[in-house]
């Protein structure tokens, strides 16, 4: 992990607390506050364009390429004739933007940006689609946005007309055929355009969106060095003199390794610098979010969109009972008892301070206070079993978890799971007390202690590209699983793989 660029801005304050936490954690677990590894040499650039197999996860001509059609004219709105390379959306805006896909890294990425709650665009190979297209479905049902990317990543400009049209038209039918909608935006091979190109993809109502930051992230050819994952990320970092960057990075067959360490920084730069995350359509990501939203024992779902609320009182399909404003759009969320009357509220961490508010409406949050750093991951529970919910954060994998909603230091850190684990907290026993999870892939790894040690028998449940939720739901007293899979959510009375015990769809 690399930490040199993101600490520079923090305030005294938290360089105490971060020295605090670093004195209460082994030594062993390499608290943030220790220096980078050496940097290693940097490799030799390989020359572009890169071959064609690093590109394509099959060779074209053993493809069944599919029926072209006529969807996207009438699918998709008008689009203008040009290129396009600019964020879209009112105030500081970043677009995310992962060409070559679907790839051996996409599922990791998936998971950072779900995690973080964050938009981001997929600018995806008609061939490599028809290898993975498991993985195509899952970015959609997921809320991200697709674009095409050529069938096969020619340069355009030395196809005839004709030929440059089937490059787009067989993406188009193919994309359909996964997820029953055609691509209404465009990224030519290499940027690599001329008039014929822009004419085609405005025939079919297709946006060309190129970008306006480059990462130059496949150079790393499968490296995952820490010192591409630096440049990577200081590459990225410039769009921090853009008002609306769009940043090309790539999720290609064989592997993006140093995207995907870089992938975290990044975003905590933009979100740090005031930037809202948004795909090419301007649309945020919805997250979603899980609480006794009326205090009847039983947990329930939400959806936070920008900085919208929407959550509901029952487990079942139907429109949100509750609606407010409350935090920013570029914050991340959080929900917990913090008063212990029952009922679950939200928050907000902006940077390394929490809001919390002990009502559901909109208003102004309690007094904020500090804990943990921006690139930290946040959880909440009640890990002393008092009755009201505090905060935490994981650091790689080692947690920190504090039990008042104040600023000091927090209990003795632990290691659970791995760094690219995703994180769930709950009452998986029924005992009072908020304890640790991870999920990997589609398994879940529970423990009934926050300590170090082995968890419980893992199990399978959903999908690797699930967001993962936890919460009562039938009131027992006993946290157990589910998953968010975009407006579909599945929840499961146990803790255990198999059916979901209850499926409905929230979507706002
Ligand atoms: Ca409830
Ligand atoms: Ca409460
Ligand atoms: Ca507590
Ligand atoms: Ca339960
Ligand atoms: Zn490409």
């Keep these: 992990m690399v930490n040199g660029q993101r600490r520079s801005g923090r305030s005294l304050v938290t360089a105490l607390l971060v020295a605090a936490m670093a004195l209460t954690a082994p030594v062993a677990q390499a608290g943030p506050a220790t220096s980078p590894a050496p940097q290693e040499p940097s490799p030799p650039l390989p020359e572009g364009p890169w071959p064609p197999s690093e590109v394509l996860a099959a060779d074209p001509a053993t493809v069944a390429a599919p029926r072209v059609g006529t969807q996207a004219a009438t699918a998709c709105p008008a689009a203008g004739y040009g290129v396009n390379n600019s964020a879209p959306g009112s105030g500081k805006t970043v677009a995310l933007t992962f060409d070559d896909g679907p790839g051996a890294s996409t599922d990791a990425i998936l998971q950072i940006l779900d995690s973080a709650g964050v938009a981001a665009t997929f600018f995806n190979i008609g061939v490599n689609e028809t290898v993975r297209p498991s993985t195509v479905r899952a970015e959609a049902a997921r809320g991200y946005l697709l674009g095409s990317h050529s069938w096969s990543h020619p340069d355009l400009t030395t196809l005839s007309s004709s030929a440059q049209a089937l490059e787009m038209d067989r993406t188009t039918a193919e994309q359909v055929s996964l997820v029953g909608s055609p691509p209404c935006f465009f990224r030519p ?26 990462t130059e992230d496949w150079k790393a050819a499968g490296s995952g060095s820490s010192s591409w994952v630096n440049r990577i990320i200081s590459l990225a970092q410039a769009g921090g003199s ?43 990501a919805d997250r979603p979010v899980t609480g006794d939203w009326d205090g009847n024992g039983t947990v329930t779902p939400g959806v936070v969109r920008g900085n919208t609320w929407y959550l509901r009182n029952s487990n079942t399909s139907g429109p949100p009972d509750m609606a407010f404003q409350y935090g920013g759009p570029t914050d991340r969320v959080v929900t917990g008892d913090w008063d212990g009357n029952g009922t679950t509220t939200p928050g907000v961490v902006r940077g390394n301070t929490w809001y919390l508010r002990n009502s559901n409406s909109s208003g102004p949050g309690l007094a904020s206070f500090t804990y943990g750093g921006s690139t930290d991951r946040v959880v909440t529970g009640d890990w002393d079993g008092n009755g009201t919910t505090t905060v935490g954060v994981v650091r790689g994998n080692i947690w920190y978890l504090r039990n008042s909603n104040s600023s000091g230091p927090g209990l003795a850190g632990f290691g659970y799971g791995g760094p690219s684990d995703r994180v769930v907290t709950g009452d998986w026993d029924g005992s009072g007390t908020t304890t640790v999870g991870v999920v990997r892939g589609s398994n879940w790894y529970l423990r009934n202690s926050n300590s170090s040690g082995p968890g419980m028998a893992g199990f399978g449940y959903g999908g690797p590209s699930d967001r993962p939720i936890t919460g009562d739901w039938d009131g027992n007293g006993t946290t157990t699983i589910g998953v968010d899979r975009g407006a579909n959510w599945y929840l499961r009375s146990t803790n255990t793989s198999g059916i979901a015990t209850t499926s409905f769809t929230f979507a706002p």
């Design 189 to 214: 091979p290499y940027g690599s355009y001329n008039s014929t190109t822009l004419a085609l993809a405005q025939a079919r109502n297709m946006k060309v969106f190129n970008w306006s930051v480059d």
């Design 242 to 284: 853009q008002s609306h960057p769009v940043v090309l990075m790539h999720n290609q067959p064989g592997g993006n390794p140093a995207t995907v360490s870089a992938l975290p920084s990044i975003i905590s730069y933009y979100r740090d610098h005031g930037y809202q995350f948004v795909d090419l359509n301007g649309q945020v």
